[in-house]
Protein backbone atom coordinates (compact mmCIF):
# COMPACT_ATOMS: atom_id res chain seq x y z
CA UNK A 1 0.00 0.00 0.00
CA UNK A 2 3.11 2.30 0.74
CA UNK A 3 4.73 1.28 -2.06
CA UNK A 4 1.40 2.00 -3.45
CA UNK A 5 1.34 5.82 -2.84
CA UNK A 6 4.80 6.11 -3.61
CA UNK A 7 5.06 5.15 -6.81
CA UNK A 8 1.23 5.80 -8.70
CA UNK A 9 0.35 8.94 -7.01
CA UNK A 10 1.93 12.09 -8.56
CA UNK A 11 4.21 13.31 -5.65
CA UNK A 12 3.19 10.70 -3.51
CA UNK A 13 6.92 9.87 -1.98
CA UNK A 14 6.35 14.23 -0.25
CA UNK A 15 2.83 12.90 0.94
CA UNK A 16 4.43 9.94 2.46
CA UNK A 17 6.62 11.84 4.53
CA UNK A 18 3.79 14.96 4.97
CA UNK A 19 1.76 12.41 6.80
CA UNK A 20 4.58 10.29 9.06
CA UNK A 21 7.01 13.46 9.93
CA UNK A 22 3.69 15.33 10.71
CA UNK A 23 2.29 12.84 13.32
CA UNK A 24 5.58 13.40 15.45
CA UNK A 25 5.16 17.24 15.37
CA UNK A 26 1.24 16.82 16.13
CA UNK A 27 2.37 14.75 19.38
CA UNK A 28 5.12 17.78 20.11
CA UNK A 29 2.70 20.40 20.28
CA UNK A 30 0.28 18.21 22.05
CA UNK A 31 2.41 17.16 24.98
CA UNK A 32 3.34 21.15 25.09
CA UNK A 33 -0.37 21.81 25.21
CA UNK A 34 -0.68 19.18 27.79
CA UNK A 35 2.14 20.56 30.16
CA UNK A 36 0.81 24.17 29.64
CA UNK A 37 -2.62 22.68 30.83
CA UNK A 38 -0.79 21.08 33.91
CA UNK A 39 1.33 23.89 34.59
CA UNK A 40 -1.35 26.69 34.74
CA UNK A 41 -3.28 24.41 36.71
CA UNK A 42 -6.63 24.37 34.08
CA UNK A 43 -7.67 20.26 35.11
CA UNK A 44 -9.57 22.44 38.17
CA UNK A 45 -10.82 25.45 37.09
CA UNK A 46 -12.57 23.77 33.80
CA UNK A 47 -12.92 19.65 34.42
CA UNK A 48 -15.08 19.12 31.65
CA UNK A 49 -12.70 20.99 29.13
CA UNK A 50 -9.99 18.87 30.74
CA UNK A 51 -11.36 15.57 30.68
CA UNK A 52 -12.55 16.07 26.75
CA UNK A 53 -9.28 16.77 26.09
CA UNK A 54 -7.69 13.54 27.78
CA UNK A 55 -10.01 11.55 25.36
CA UNK A 56 -8.62 13.51 22.99
CA UNK A 57 -5.29 12.59 23.44
CA UNK A 58 -6.15 8.95 24.32
CA UNK A 59 -7.93 8.69 20.44
CA UNK A 60 -4.68 10.49 19.32
CA UNK A 61 -2.82 7.43 21.16
CA UNK A 62 -4.86 4.92 19.09
CA UNK A 63 -4.80 6.51 16.09
CA UNK A 64 -0.95 6.72 16.16
CA UNK A 65 -0.47 2.73 17.03
CA UNK A 66 -2.78 1.86 14.48
CA UNK A 67 -0.76 3.98 11.81
CA UNK A 68 2.05 3.16 13.50
CA UNK A 69 2.16 -0.74 12.58
CA UNK A 70 0.47 0.12 8.84
CA UNK A 71 3.99 0.02 7.02
CA UNK A 72 4.83 -3.87 7.21
CA UNK A 73 8.07 -3.63 8.30
CA UNK A 74 10.13 -5.70 10.53
CA UNK A 75 10.00 -3.66 14.11
CA UNK A 76 6.24 -2.81 13.18
CA UNK A 77 5.26 -6.16 12.78
CA UNK A 78 6.44 -6.83 15.88
CA UNK A 79 5.67 -4.03 18.16
CA UNK A 80 1.50 -4.78 16.83
CA UNK A 81 2.24 -8.30 18.26
CA UNK A 82 4.07 -7.48 21.17
CA UNK A 83 1.33 -5.03 22.24
CA UNK A 84 -2.14 -6.39 21.26
CA UNK A 85 -0.65 -9.42 23.06
CA UNK A 86 -1.31 -6.80 26.33
CA UNK A 87 -4.86 -7.49 26.08
CA UNK A 88 -4.06 -11.66 26.98
CA UNK A 89 -3.43 -10.10 30.96
CA UNK A 90 -7.38 -9.46 31.21
CA UNK A 91 -8.73 -13.00 32.61
CA UNK A 92 -10.85 -15.37 30.68
CA UNK A 93 -11.23 -12.99 27.89
CA UNK A 94 -8.05 -11.98 27.23
CA UNK A 95 -6.97 -14.84 24.43
CA UNK A 96 -10.80 -14.69 22.51
CA UNK A 97 -10.70 -11.03 22.26
CA UNK A 98 -7.23 -11.05 20.84
CA UNK A 99 -8.21 -12.86 18.18
CA UNK A 100 -10.88 -11.09 17.06
CA UNK A 101 -8.81 -8.21 16.83
CA UNK A 102 -6.20 -10.17 14.93
CA UNK A 103 -8.66 -11.93 12.58
CA UNK A 104 -6.74 -14.44 12.78
CA UNK A 105 -4.01 -16.72 15.13
CA UNK A 106 -1.31 -14.10 14.32
CA UNK A 107 -1.18 -10.58 13.12
CA UNK A 108 -1.72 -10.99 9.65
CA UNK A 109 -2.95 -8.80 6.60
CA UNK A 110 -6.37 -9.26 7.87
CA UNK A 111 -5.32 -7.47 11.27
CA UNK A 112 -3.77 -4.84 9.15
CA UNK A 113 -7.23 -3.85 7.14
CA UNK A 114 -8.79 -3.71 10.01
CA UNK A 115 -5.97 -1.46 11.46
CA UNK A 116 -5.94 1.17 8.26
CA UNK A 117 -10.08 1.13 8.76
CA UNK A 118 -9.89 2.62 11.99
CA UNK A 119 -7.12 4.59 11.54
CA UNK A 120 -9.31 5.95 8.43
CA UNK A 121 -12.12 6.45 10.24
CA UNK A 122 -11.03 7.21 14.19
CA UNK A 123 -9.50 11.13 13.10
CA UNK A 124 -13.69 11.86 12.74
CA UNK A 125 -13.91 11.07 15.96
CA UNK A 126 -11.03 13.00 17.19
CA UNK A 127 -12.23 15.77 14.98
CA UNK A 128 -15.65 15.94 16.90
CA UNK A 129 -14.21 16.13 20.58
CA UNK A 130 -11.86 18.97 19.11
CA UNK A 131 -14.95 20.82 18.81
CA UNK A 132 -16.57 19.91 21.92
CA UNK A 133 -13.25 20.83 23.35
CA UNK A 134 -13.50 24.18 22.25
CA UNK A 135 -16.52 24.68 22.67
CA UNK A 136 -16.59 24.28 26.50
CA UNK A 137 -13.57 26.27 26.84
CA UNK A 138 -15.51 28.93 24.82
CA UNK A 139 -18.13 28.46 27.69
CA UNK A 140 -15.87 27.98 30.45
CA UNK A 141 -12.98 30.07 29.61
CA UNK A 142 -9.50 29.17 30.41
CA UNK A 143 -7.69 29.43 34.03
CA UNK A 144 -4.04 30.31 34.94
CA UNK A 145 -2.24 29.84 38.43
CA UNK A 146 -4.12 32.72 40.13
CA UNK A 147 -7.80 31.91 39.15
CA UNK A 148 -10.09 32.57 36.01
CA UNK A 149 -9.28 35.26 33.84
CA UNK A 150 -11.90 38.39 34.47
CA UNK A 151 -10.83 40.23 31.59
CA UNK A 152 -13.12 38.70 28.10
CA UNK A 153 -10.98 38.22 25.33
CA UNK A 154 -12.69 38.25 22.15
CA UNK A 155 -12.28 34.22 20.25
CA UNK A 156 -13.10 34.95 16.86
CA UNK A 157 -9.97 38.06 16.62
CA UNK A 158 -7.44 37.44 19.11
CA UNK A 159 -7.20 33.39 19.55
CA UNK A 160 -7.87 32.38 15.96
CA UNK A 161 -4.75 34.87 14.81
CA UNK A 162 -2.77 33.84 17.74
CA UNK A 163 -3.17 29.66 16.51
CA UNK A 164 -2.79 30.96 12.80
CA UNK A 165 0.56 32.06 13.67
CA UNK A 166 1.56 28.93 15.45
CA UNK A 167 0.08 26.62 12.92
CA UNK A 168 2.30 28.58 9.74
CA UNK A 169 5.33 28.28 11.82
CA UNK A 170 4.63 24.42 12.43
CA UNK A 171 3.86 23.99 8.93
CA UNK A 172 7.07 25.48 7.72
CA UNK A 173 9.30 23.56 10.53
CA UNK A 174 7.46 20.35 8.66
CA UNK A 175 8.15 21.52 5.38
CA UNK A 176 11.87 22.17 6.15
CA UNK A 177 11.90 18.59 7.63
CA UNK A 178 10.09 16.74 5.05
CA UNK A 179 12.26 18.85 2.53
CA UNK A 180 15.98 18.45 3.85
CA UNK A 181 15.40 15.69 6.53
CA UNK A 182 12.92 13.28 5.49
CA UNK A 183 13.90 9.82 6.91
CA UNK A 184 15.75 11.70 9.85
CA UNK A 185 13.04 10.22 12.67
CA UNK A 186 12.10 6.80 10.51
CA UNK A 187 13.84 3.50 12.03
CA UNK A 188 15.71 2.33 8.85
CA UNK A 189 15.14 -1.34 10.55
CA UNK A 190 11.83 -0.80 9.55
CA UNK A 191 12.77 -0.69 6.16
CA UNK A 192 13.64 -4.66 6.27
CA UNK A 193 10.10 -7.26 5.31
CA UNK A 194 8.54 -8.16 8.18
CA UNK A 195 9.19 -11.62 9.15
CA UNK A 196 7.60 -13.94 11.95
CA UNK A 197 10.50 -16.41 12.10
CA UNK A 198 12.88 -13.38 12.88
CA UNK A 199 12.51 -11.49 16.30
CA UNK A 200 14.23 -8.11 16.38
CA UNK A 201 17.03 -8.01 19.37
CA UNK A 202 15.65 -4.85 20.55
CA UNK A 203 12.05 -2.59 19.55
CA UNK A 204 11.72 0.13 19.99
CA UNK A 205 8.84 2.36 19.53
CA UNK A 206 8.10 5.68 18.40
CA UNK A 207 9.65 8.68 20.49
CA UNK A 208 6.16 9.82 21.71
CA UNK A 209 5.68 5.81 23.40
CA UNK A 210 8.57 5.90 24.75
CA UNK A 211 7.87 6.64 28.06
CA UNK A 212 4.88 3.98 28.40
CA UNK A 213 7.26 1.75 27.18
CA UNK A 214 9.57 2.17 29.83
CA UNK A 215 7.03 1.70 32.34
CA UNK A 216 5.63 -1.45 30.75
CA UNK A 217 9.33 -2.89 30.89
CA UNK A 218 9.94 -1.75 34.00
CA UNK A 219 8.03 -4.31 36.16
CA UNK A 220 8.84 -8.31 35.58
CA UNK A 221 5.15 -8.79 36.03
CA UNK A 222 3.35 -8.79 32.77
CA UNK A 223 -0.29 -7.90 34.40
CA UNK A 224 1.49 -5.22 36.95
CA UNK A 225 3.00 -3.64 34.07
CA UNK A 226 -0.15 -3.35 32.09
CA UNK A 227 -1.80 -1.49 34.82
CA UNK A 228 0.31 0.61 35.95
CA UNK A 229 0.53 1.49 32.04
CA UNK A 230 -3.01 1.46 32.06
CA UNK A 231 -3.40 4.28 35.32
CA UNK A 232 -0.20 6.35 33.42
CA UNK A 233 -2.00 7.08 30.41
CA UNK A 234 -5.18 7.81 32.17
CA UNK A 235 -2.94 9.91 34.19
CA UNK A 236 -4.37 13.29 32.96
CA UNK A 237 -7.83 12.34 33.42
CA UNK A 238 -7.14 11.59 37.19
CA UNK A 239 -5.83 14.92 37.73
CA UNK A 240 -9.14 16.38 37.36
CA UNK A 241 -10.23 15.06 40.39
CA UNK A 242 -7.51 16.60 42.47
CA UNK A 243 -8.15 19.79 44.52
CA UNK A 244 -5.67 22.66 43.85
CA UNK A 245 -4.71 24.77 46.77
CA UNK A 246 -3.45 28.31 45.31
CA UNK A 247 -1.32 28.51 48.78
CA UNK A 248 0.84 25.74 47.39
CA UNK A 249 2.17 28.00 43.77
CA UNK A 250 5.97 27.37 44.31
CA UNK A 251 5.23 23.72 45.10
CA UNK A 252 3.15 22.98 42.37
CA UNK A 253 5.50 24.97 40.32
CA UNK A 254 8.53 22.88 40.93
CA UNK A 255 6.87 19.12 40.82
CA UNK A 256 5.36 20.03 37.67
CA UNK A 257 9.12 21.03 36.22
CA UNK A 258 10.42 17.61 37.90
CA UNK A 259 7.98 15.75 36.04
CA UNK A 260 8.57 17.62 33.10
CA UNK A 261 12.53 16.56 33.32
CA UNK A 262 11.43 12.93 34.44
CA UNK A 263 9.35 12.48 31.51
CA UNK A 264 12.14 13.15 29.12
CA UNK A 265 14.22 10.55 31.14
CA UNK A 266 11.71 7.98 31.21
CA UNK A 267 11.76 8.81 27.08
CA UNK A 268 15.07 8.33 26.95
CA UNK A 269 15.33 5.11 29.43
CA UNK A 270 12.20 3.23 26.85
CA UNK A 271 14.79 3.37 24.20
CA UNK A 272 17.67 1.36 25.35
CA UNK A 273 17.57 -1.92 26.82
CA UNK A 274 16.91 -2.28 30.33
CA UNK A 275 19.76 -3.61 32.53
CA UNK A 276 21.29 -2.58 35.82
CA UNK A 277 21.51 0.31 36.68
CA UNK A 278 18.51 1.20 34.07
CA UNK A 279 16.69 -1.12 35.72
CA UNK A 280 16.84 0.83 38.90
CA UNK A 281 16.13 3.94 37.34
CA UNK A 282 13.15 3.28 35.51
CA UNK A 283 11.47 1.99 38.39
CA UNK A 284 12.44 5.66 40.43
CA UNK A 285 11.44 7.19 37.13
CA UNK A 286 8.14 5.66 36.91
CA UNK A 287 7.29 6.60 40.67
CA UNK A 288 8.36 10.26 39.81
CA UNK A 289 5.56 9.89 36.94
CA UNK A 290 2.80 10.15 39.34
CA UNK A 291 4.19 12.75 41.66
CA UNK A 292 1.36 15.51 40.58
CA UNK A 293 -1.13 13.20 41.95
CA UNK A 294 0.25 13.35 45.54
CA UNK A 295 0.75 16.58 45.82
Known sequence: MVISVIINLEYGSVMRFIHCNGSRLIFLTVYAHIFKGIYYNRYCGNKATWVVGTLIYLTIILVAFLGYVLPWGQIRYWGATV??????TIPILGKWSLIIIWGDYSVSN????????LHFILPFLIFVLIIIHILLLHFKGSTTLT????????????????????FVLIFILLILNVI?????FLDRENSIIASSVITPIHIVPEWYFLFAYCILKTFESKVIGVIILLISVIF????????FKRRHLIVHKVIIIIWLVNFIV???IGAIELIYPYSTLSQICTLIHFLPLFR
Do not use: C, E, H, W
Not at 236 to 243: D, E, G, P, Q, R
Open 266 to 268: LRK
Open 180 to 184: YFPRY
Open 236 to 243: FMILALKN
Open 110 to 117: RTLNRFYT
Open 83 to 88: ISRLIT
Open 147 to 166: GSNKIIIPFRSYFTLKDLVG
